[in-house]
């Protein structure tokens, strides 16, 4: 039977009628089998996912696990090196494969990772999250999203496992590089703007990691979470409420950890009660790979596979990733002993469905694009994006004397030091394929062109003589080029020193996955390299490229200028000389603030009034190096006025905040203008202050502009004692400045009114209007 004429098929009706149709045609085992997965691996070298090879599904053939069908199928385009043409084939021969092997016939959602970009062999790798965020730029971020999502389209894939918001609560967390930020609102518009991109070309976006993980102890990777409820509903949740109402993700990972001494996979209150029943959220969550079992192996809270699988699905895990091993026939037994009801079976079922309807999978068409086999997933228009990102996001953090940009008259002699200088690898992610992937793979190189920050340089100054030295490895403790490289610095007019990390996977780099670290000292010996540089008396520029943030405050005052990257993708080498040479007017801000001391973690700046220095009580002082925000650029820009469209407001109202900036420089910038909030009296502890709205600003020289914020009072809701949130009347500070550590403009509001409780409607964005020209 060809299932041509039925209703499942009918394009004329919508994809909840066609599911619920299918649905009807199912046996149980066809149902469970639409909540299972497949991942093809030709290859067993080193692992992309955590303990990959013990979970690996044993002793079946692709046969008999295709036989009553499959709802995922699991990186076949980003599991090994294979060109587009080769990928695209193998999808399609797969997707035959699957309508050939099941009674019905109905074709698998194909999902791939795309953290910093379609993470497949040949593909743009974009800078890293961290460095979006560092951006504050939510269109960019979105064009950078659409164009990636039309990439993953090219290519037959459905659903992209990205973008991650989990909010930074320590530095020393290996995957921080993969987050935004540490400011949940941050964190929730620029994650709000990639999803809109990834989802307007029909790409399924998934957020990620759905909750808490960032916020594990001691900032070890998958370690339990202790935080209170209050921190959890206010820092941690917001953002992905943010991406699903107001980006319209369709799809949520569970987090590996546990809260509270719940793992998130088999939490019903945080997977049903709040996402779907306070939310509303009707789209799929799907299992960080392997978390199902984990709960069995690692939490301890099933006694075996099978039981995990149906304690899962009881929690509201509907897809069971990225193999399927305690669903499937598992949970085919679980339901026949009356241990799961298979009405809850067919709830995940039914989303999953209207999702395949939803994507076309159930027309009956081209299940791979035709082209596909000829896309280009590494174009020249992706180059541009990448390249805009990463000059974007490029801070600079001190320029003492106004050294840079290098004036190629009296800088004749450059002297480029430091392992992150001529190593392509360090200006990409962990979840960059070069380093996700072909780690495995050294004789395929990066493949694709990558030019290092050294060969920039030369291009940049064309007239210099730039010479290198590496000096030292990312990791390791060799000294012996320490000598070498001073040699190079005492005889160059200025030394580039290129220190920070080489991204891996579960030890196999100095920030990714598994990476964490004891400290935030810089990884190896550089921290060593850096003084011996130092020491011969020439201006050193510190240029630090990293997934996450060092401790500086050893050098804050000792370089002549110090520029932070987080991961600037293909395009960073680049973008990197052109700062220096002052082709690129840096316009980067501080996602996360840049710590003093590499054993005194500063805890991200949201912070009550005892999470800062406290003079007379502690000798330990956790101010940061740079401040949250931070940045500057090659011309000042002065804040001149601040003001708002009336004294006070109601406590379910909204306030208009002007503020006047004005380029006192010679040069273009690009001004980040940052609103923030403080409430000088509240029932519970609050943060000194917390962002509440962001704009960038364009400014000729000499020019003022004028920003309006339109601030919901939403935007100074909190938890309060009895665990609702709401917005309390009293006084609001609102301030702006260059950073939450600069802020020279303020006004105080009264909010008026009863104390507003606040439902899964409130506002969640500061709109921001800035002043046209010629006004």
Known sequence: ??????????????????????????????????????????????????MQDFFAVPGTGLDDRLRDGIGHLTRVHGTEPLSPAEGAERLRLLQERVVAASRLGIPAIAHEECLTGFAAFGATAYPTPLAWAATFDPALVERMAAAIGRDLRAAGVHQGLSPVLDVVRDYRWGRVEETLGEDPYLVGQLGAAYVR?????????????FAGYAASRAARNHAPVGMGPREFADVILPPFETALREGGARSVMNSYTDVDGVPVAASADLLRRLLREEWGFDGTVVSDYWSIPFLATMHRVAEDDAAAGALALRAGIDVELPETRSYGRNLVEQVKAGRVEESVVD????????????????????????????ADPDSAANRELAAAVAERSIVLLRNAGRLLPLDPRTTARIAVIGPCADDPRTLMGCYSFPNHVLDRYPSRGMGLPVETVLSRVEAEFPGAAVRHAPGADVSGGDTSGFAAAADLAAGSDVALVFVGDRAGMFGGGTSGEGCDAADLRLPGVQAELVEAVLETGTPVVLVVVSGRPYALGAYEDRVAAAIQAFFPGVEGGAALAGVLSG???????????????????????????????ADGITVLDPTPAFPFGHGLSYAPVAYEAMGTSQPECRTDGEIEARVTVRNAGERPVEEVVQLYASDPVAQVTRPVVWLVGFARVPLEPGESREVAFDVPAAAFSFTGVDGRRLVEPGEIVLSSGPSAGDLPLSARIRLNGAPDVLGAARRLTTRARVQERNQ
């Open 347 to 374: 709830e995940a079922v039914r989303r999953v469905l209207r999702q395949k309807a939803e994507l076309g999978l159930l027309d009956g068409g081209l299940l791979v694009p035709e082209g596909a086999a000829d």
């Open 1 to 50: 039977m060809t299932y041509v004429n039925v209703p499942w098929r009918d394009q004329g009706r919508t994809p909840a009628e066609r599911a619920e149709s299918l649905l009807a045609e199912l046996t149980l085992e066809e149902k469970v089998a639409q909540l299972g997965s497949v991942w093809i691996r030709v290859d067993d070298g080193g692992e992309v996912a955590p």
């Open 583 to 613: 082709r690129v007017n840096p316009s980067g801000r501080l996602p996360v603030q840049i710590p003093r001391s590499p054993s005194i973690n500063p805890s991200t700046y949201l912070q009550p009034p005892l999470g800062g220095r």
């Open 197 to 209: 991109g990834l989802e307007q070309t029909g790409i399924i976006a998934t957020l990620k990691h």
